[in-house]
């Protein structure tokens, strides 16, 4: 597959979109950008719902002439009714790829998250890390919709031989906020970096990787990460400290602090995690 410059971004309005629209341009990206709602300063912006097919269609023919390939965040990022995570995340990205292979977009990179896998005990003591394919175990009917889009992903590389790199995020935040996060911590300028390598590496068919930095307490395997030339430059240990001594150690004996996904495995989800 040629290099790809033209690159669809869909949920470029939120959180993660809004660094990425920052940091990828300087890997000579040209950005195509697509949410739900508008973005201020951005008139080009596609805005459509993910969830409405004949809007995809539209959006997508329009947003592909040219496009090399799509990132696609656009989502319920957290916990939501059934419902809602059924249309946006379930619905959606179905659509998103349905577009895709209608206009022969060759490569997806999906973010998937680390609650696909949420209830994984983390490793404790001399635990090996969690390898990339530890059973789906979502830990919330969110985490269940990023299971879904990453055998969406396995499916539409099996039967129409679409491309996929499922990215298992992390936490991509400026900063680790919890003490969990320092385990699971991706910073925003090794998200460029591998959202770059995701979109670069040659043959990926579906590959799924974990999305993280190079964390001194990491819970994951990034070998998968680093076979598509990912580099991380990053370790949350300097928010150690601080955050150990505002929160305290993780006790092993609390579900939440004993899982990957940390309090969502809670019923309800409790926040902050
Ligand atoms: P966010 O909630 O800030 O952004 C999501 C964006 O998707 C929003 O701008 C929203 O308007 C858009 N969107 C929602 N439903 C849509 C629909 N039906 N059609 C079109 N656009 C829609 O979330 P954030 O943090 O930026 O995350 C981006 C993606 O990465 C999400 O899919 C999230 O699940 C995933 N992720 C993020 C992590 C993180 O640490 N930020 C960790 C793991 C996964
Ligand atoms: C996610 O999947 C969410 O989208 C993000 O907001 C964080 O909650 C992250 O996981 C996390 O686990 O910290």
Not at 10 to 35: K, V
Not at 137 to 152: H, I, N, V
Not at 166 to 176: L, Q, Y
Request: contains cysteine; charged residues 20%; aromatic residues 8%.
């Amino acid at each position: 597959m040629p290099a790809p410059r033209t690159v669809l971004l869909t949920g470029a309005a939120g959180g993660l979109g809004t660094l990425m629209r920052e940091l990828l341009p300087a890997y000579g990206y040209e950005l195509r950008l697509l949410d739900l709602r508008p973005i201020e300063g951005e008139p080009d912006a596609i805005v459509a719902d993910l969830a409405d097919r004949d809007a995809v269609r539209e959006a997508v023919r329009e947003a592909v002439r040219g496009v090399d390939a799509i990132i696609h965040l656009a989502g319920i990022s957290l916990e939501a009714p059934f419902e809602k995570i059924l249309g946006a995340n379930i619905v959606g990205t179905h659509h998103l790829y349905e577009a895709a292979r209608e206009e022969g977009v060759p490569r997806i990179v999906f973010a998937s998250s680390n609650h696909a896998v949420g209830f994984t005990p983390r490793p404790q003591g001399d635990d090996p890390l969690i390898p990339v394919e530890t059973p789906h175990r979502p830990d919330t009917f969110y985490g269940l919709s990023k299971a879904f889009g990453e055998d969406l992903a396995q499916f539409y590389w099996d039967k129409h031989g679409l491309e996929s790199v499922s990215v298992r995020i992390g936490s991509c935040f400026a900063e680790p906020t919890s003490v969990r996060m320092l385990s699971v911590w991706m910073s925003p300028a090794d998200g460029a970096r591998l959202f770059h390598a995701a979109l670069t590496a040659e043959d990926v068919g579906h590959t799924v990787v974990h999305g993280s930095s190079a964390n001194t307490r990491l819970w994951w395997d990034l070998t998968s990460a680093r076979a598509l030339g990912y580099a991380p430059q990053d370790d949350s240990e300097p928010w150690a400290e601080k955050l150990i001594a505002e929160q305290g150690e993780l006790d092993p004996e609390n579900i939440a602090h004993a899982h990957l996904g940390g309090h969502f495995v809670s019923d309800p989800p409790i926040w902050p995690y």
